[in-house]
């Protein structure tokens, strides 16, 4: 493949440069018309901002209803009639849960994420056909994205027969991870379900994803079951959290909780929930980066049987991520772009440097070749104005441009 030479691109913002990239790194760096663009494949940024590509380190392909006609929400309030509402109705979609995954996942990219986690649901009631479907989507996308794909027990595990082997299954059949959720609330016996969700970890080599939405004690409760579980096979940097709401208590008991999360090399995910003076949602975002824990952003569902949130658009779920934490200084808003970019990749990667405030990586010598363009005078600015016009590249290659798959 020809290295690309991107030129007159602002990395971060900052002063315009000419970018050479191949299929693995970023390789040179230098002011504009200072690169030489024989053998490469030259393409005109036009001043826009380079950033890392987005990372949607929290997303569900597998029950997407993006690009069907509207469905008014049916689920009732609580969690479990949000589970029961997607059992009753997701076989009646009007597309397969590949072609509805393909298609997700397709403008997910053409916006600019390159690196995707993805839950599958696995369960009694489908059994695989959802993780195949989602298996189907990132077979179908591979040469413009990296998907990791979480078998996850969105119903329990041991609630109803034959579980576990499926997940068994999934794992043995391309899952990446294994998940988990709400361990107390679901399955009602916390320590049966950690214990097989770190069993398969253990068995399969994998690591450990768990939807967390328990809060306060409960919450905490649940999250040091998972962080003893954690130190005792070893799995430092190998397990993240998903939405963790226990953290975002402002109550002792958490300071304890992070400091062993930041020990254990536990990563969270969020995806910029609005939660209430009595129960907060929202991760401490800059706190978390001050301490060293790996945090990345989602967008979960995506109009589906749960919610019409949801776009594809992780520009978009940046603005909320940073409209949710109340953040107004640049600084700070430019910080909620680094974790929706950078801070997911190492969710997914352990071994790349960790975030902290101010630091912006991954568009330097060396950095991986997962980009993206966006147009606005700075970076906060583009994450206010939102502008489709967008250059997305994977591999150092340009996979996607103004919202369209190349
Ligand atoms: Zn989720």
Redesign the pocket.
């Known amino acids: 493949m020809s290295p690309t030479l991107l030129r007159n691109v602002r990395p971060w913002g900052g002063d315009a440069r000419d970018v050479l990239i191949d299929a693995d790194a970023i390789r040179e760096i230098g002011a504009p018309g200072t690169i030489s663009a024989e053998g490469a494949v030259a393409v005109d940024g036009d001043g826009g901002i380079l950033l890392p590509s987005f990372s949607d380190v ?1 997303v ?1 392909l597998d029950s997407t209803r993006m690009g069907l006609p509207f469905r008014p929400n049916t689920a009732g309030d609580t969690r479990w009639s949000h589970i029961m509402n997607d059992r009753e109705n997701w076989r009646s979609a009007e597309r397969s849960v590949a072609d509805r995954a393909t298609y997700t996942l397709g403008r997910m990219i053409a916006q600019g994420a390159t690196r995707v986690r993805s ?1 599958a649901q696995v369960d009694a009631d489908s059994g695989l056909e959802k993780f195949e479907g989602v298996l189907a989507a990132r077979d179908a996308h591979r040469d413009r994205a990296s998907v990791e794909i979480v078998a996850f027990p969105q119903v329990g595990i041991h609630l109803e027969d034959g579980v576990p082997d499926l997940l068994d299954l999934a794992l043995r059949s391309g899952a990446d991870l294994i998940g988990g959720i709400d361990p107390c609330e679901i399955d009602r016996d916390p320590i049966r379900h950690l214990d097989t969700v770190f069993d398969l970890a253990d068995r399969h080599g994998v690591g450990v994803d768990i ?1 967390l939405h328990e809060g306060g004690s409960l919450g905490l409760f649940s999250l040091d079951l998972i962080l003893e579980r954690t130190r005792a096979l070893g799995m430092a940097g190998r397990v993240s959290v ?1 939405h963790a709401f226990s953290l975002a208590d402002r109550s002792p008991g958490v300071d304890r909780a992070l400091e062993q999360v930041a020990e254990l090399d536990v990563a969270l995910t969020t995806i910029a929930p609005k939660g209430s003076l009595t129960v907060p949602l929202d991760l401490p975002i800059e706190r978390l980066l001050e301490t060293g824990v790996r945090v990345g952003l989602g967008m ?2 995506q109009r589906d049987y749960w919610s019409p949130w949801g776009d594809g658009d992780m520009l978009e779920r940046t603005w909320m991520l940073a409209f949710t934490q109340g953040f107004s200084r640049d600084d700070l808003i430019e910080d909620c772009l680094a974790v929706a970019t950078w801070g997911g990749a190492s969710v997914i990667d352990a071994t790349l440097p960790r975030l902290a405030p101010g630091v912006r990586p991954g568009v330097a010598v060396g950095d991986p070749a997962e980009l993206v363009v966006v147009r606005g005078d700075t970076p906060t600015a583009a994450v206010m104005d939102r502008s489709s016009e967008r250059l997305v590249l994977h591999r150092g290659r340009i996979v996607a441009e103004n919202d369209d798959l190349r």
């Open positions: 929290h569900h839950h939807h998903s979960d569902g």
